[in-house]
């Protein structure tokens, strides 16, 4: 071997030895780091939690696990404990293994009507007049029916009233407008919850082509419901109507 040829060997060696002595001093640096770094307990979720899913029900149903992480590596509002967000709503969809943090919460007051949907259940917007929306006697977390006058035929006496839905809770009562003495005058708009597709679809249909319709109010405790039945113009004429009346009404060509 030359002169020259063993000096290449020798730097060749020497740069080898130097790269190995870099890489263990970092790799003992960032263990010496990692063991030196303070942990901290946080809770993670177990699985997807769904967007308005409650804090009480996520500790019900154990849905958030507590994890040992780094302090570098806490997400700003971390949640240390179940009872930060027992009376809260998720507003968004918190995923699998993520950090459970306060910022993905809101209480529900802040989430209004948002709160008191769930499952099946969608917040229906009716206008209509005064009278039709009970304004001024109707409150929130009221319950209602809805009644409605529909057509069942061509001639211009088909109709028939019948409810479309019932125990209805109001989410939203309307406003009686800057002077709320004058109830049954001008219009307003009632927001309801409904069943996203039964009583959603009947509502609306009823509201869009019923003759007319209203709202009914519901007692606040202990309410009963009668068989659903149709009343039509023959109906409400022959009801609790002796034969004989039923005679003479007919002879008289009326």
């Not at 009686?176 to 307003?188: C, F």
Request: glycine share 8%.
């Amino acid at each position: 071997m030359t002169y020259r040829l063993r000096n290449i060997a020798v730097a060749v060696g020497l740069a080898l030895v130097a790269a190995l002595l870099t890489t263990f001093y970092v790799a003992n640096y960032k263990r010496h780091v990692r063991q030196s770094e303070s942990t901290v307990k946080v809770y993670v979720a177990k699985r997807d939690v769904p967007q308005g899913t409650s804090g009480a029900e996520m500790i019900k149903r154990h849905l958030m696990v507590t994890s040992d992480v780094t302090a570098r590596t806490v997400v700003p509002g971390y949640v240390s404990s179940p009872d930060q967000v027992a009376s809260l709503l998720t507003t968004q969809t918190i995923f699998a293994g993520e950090q459970v943090t306060l910022r993905r919460f809101a209480s529900h007051a802040q989430q209004g009507i948002r709160s008191q949907l769930h499952g099946p259940l969608r917040a229906l917007s009716l206008p209509g007049t005064n009278d039709q929306l009970l304004a001024g006697i109707l409150k929130d977390g009221d319950h209602v029916d809805v009644m409605a006058n529909l057509k069942t035929g061509g001639c211009a006496t088909c109709f028939a009233v019948r409810v479309v839905a019932r125990n209805l809770l109001v989410l939203h009562a309307p406003s009686t407008g800057p002077d709320p003495s004058k109830v049954g005058t001008g219009n307003s708009s009632v927001v309801l919850a409904v069943s996203d597709r039964r009583e959603g679809q009947k509502v609306f249909f009823a509201v869009q082509n019923a003759a007319g319709w209203t709202l009914q109010l519901r007692p606040v405790a202990n309410a009963t419901d009668t068989p659903y039945d149709i009343e039509s113009g023959v109906s409400v004429l022959r009801d609790n109507v002796t034969p004989a009346n039923l005679s003479h009404f007919a002879g008289s060509g009326r």
